[in-house]
T-cell receptor, first 114, second 117 residues
Framework: EPEVTQTPSHQVTQMGQEVILRCVPISNHLYFYWYRQILGQKVEFLVSFYNNEISEKSEIFDDQFSVERPDGSNFTLKIRSTKLEDSAMYFCASRRRTAKNIQYFGAGTRLSVL | KQEVTQIPAALSVPEGENLVLNCSFT??????LQWFRQDPGKGLTSLLL?????REQTSGRLNASLDKSSGRSTLYIAASQPGDSATYLC????????????????FGQGTILTVHP
């Protein structure tokens, strides 16, 4: 069964460093998402991406964050200058066409900012 | 603004029991509702998606019901097993401010289920 793949599974970085989290969505999907989950808290929406542009972003997704789909398969989340509070599990998700379709999630990248 | 709440926060049951997890949402104008399972430190596995036009959806020992008008969904797990131990999350697609996009999911905080042998 097709799946959403995320790399790395765990990323450790120093505060102020840039990180890039990578995702390979399911191949025939059109909508792509990033969510994050701080330990012990709810899963929160960060950004959605469709037709090579951001379709919606949350208040969390400030100028330190960016997303890119550099080729036909990868979808990346970049954090320009990491803060301690960026430590969280980051999930990538994708879905086919409409909001009626299931969103499929990757296994996540655990980001630890020291 | 859509708010999703799950009750109880944690549940511990002996193996073999049937159990019900509850999810409520404040805005009943939803397309669907999705139930997920999350194992500790792991990703989200979709269990069931129930469309707004449906009242029930079944997969194996799992049965999800949806009552849009009252803003509630339940996940029924029959004959629970230790392998069912995980956090169960519900989520609904929520529109953006302009109402033009319904893609992002709003999640509840989850129910931590422990099934002991």
């Amino acid at each position: 069964e097709p799946e959403v793949t995320q790399t790395p599974s765990h990323q450790v970085t120093q505060m102020g460093q840039e990180v890039i989290l990578r995702c390979v969505p399911i191949s025939n999907h059109l909508y792509f998402y990033w969510y994050r989950q701080i330990l012990g808290q709810k899963v929160e929406f960060l950004v959605s991406f469709y037709n090579n542009e951001i379709s919606e972003k949350s208040e969390i997704f400030d100028d330190q964050f960016s997303v890119e789909r550099p080729d036909g398969s990868n979808f990346t989340l970049k954090i320009r200058s990491t803060k301690l509070e960026d430590s969280a599990m980051y999930f990538c998700a994708s879905r086919r066409r409409t909001a009626k379709n299931i969103q499929y999630f990757g296994a996540g990248t655990r980001l630890s900012v020291l | 603004k859509q708010e999703v709440t799950q009750i109880p926060a944690a549940l511990s049951v002996p193996e073999g029991e049937n159990l019900v997890l509850n999810c409520s949402f404040t805005d009943s104008a939803i397309y669907n509702l999705q139930w997920f399972r999350q194992d500790p430190g792991k990703g989200l596995t979709s269990l069931l998606l129930i469309q707004s036009s449906q009242r029930e959806q079944t997969s194996g020992r799992l049965n999800a019901s949806l009552d849009k008008s009252s803003g509630r969904s339940t996940l029924y797990i029959a004959a629970s097993q230790p392998g069912d131990s995980a956090t169960y999350l519900c989520a609904v697609p929520t529109p953006n401010a302009g109402g033009t996009s319904y893609g992002k999911l709003t999640f509840g905080q989850g129910t931590i289920l422990t099934v002991h042998p």
